[in-house]
């Protein structure tokens, strides 16, 4: 592929003849030989983009964002700006794994500024995650996180045929009363606001039948604010 319809910025630095027609690379971007980028990206002031990396089309990298062996961005996604991928879990200087760890973000989702991106995960398509986050495990499709660590605090519509349309709803906020619902667009999934108590011991949730839960459950756990390195949950029963 030769980099004739391409724009390099004269004080760029391009390294890779993979790069896709369209796309601009704006100044002081370091682009090494193996990278992947294609068409009709946005790679602006001050992006390093490493060897073993692979950017689809339409992609946007705004200033400060550096990515590294591993890491794998689809069509469409955003990654504002001085977000930070990482790819080793157990940085040493000199001392470097067989392998870096893969990190893969699907078509269409948003990083925001200054986020961080552990190794090894997978940001799922549509997904947002929000300006600071710091993202330690997967983030489901359609996803809004936000926090350190990156929890949920809401969902796009699955049925939106593009994210980034202009003619887009999204799903309204879940509000602030007890009982208020946030349809998640899937099935007839959704959120509704619950009853809740804090102080320095946790948090603790009553479930009261007939006042506040909108079904009658055969089992219920509700374990968080839990102040430990330790994760409950993260599975669900079918049956």
Known sequence: MTLEKVFLHPNSLCESKHIGESTRVWAFVHILPGARIGKRCNICDGVFVENDVIVGDDVTLKCGVQLWDGIRLGNGVFVGPNATFTNDLVPRSKIYPERFLETVVEDDASIGANATILPGLRIGRGAMVGAGAVVTRDVPAFAKV??????????????????????????????????????????????????????????????????????????????????????????????
Request: charged share 15%; hydrophobic share 35%.
């Open 146 to 239: 936000a926090g350190n660590p990156a929890t949920i605090i809401g969902y796009f519509s699955s049925h939106q045929p593009q994210v980034k349309s202009k003619h887009a709803t999204p799903i309204p906020k879940l509000g602030s009363v007890i009982g208020d619902r946030q349809m998640l667009g899937i099935g007839g999934c959704f959120i509704q606001r619950l009853p809740h108590f804090s102080d320095m011991r946790g948090s603790l949730t009553p479930l009261e039948l007939g006042h506040g839960v909108p079904f009658t459950p055969t089992r219920v756990f509700l374990v968080y604010g839990v102040t430990s390195s330790h994760v409950r949950g993260e599975h669900a029963h079918r049956v």
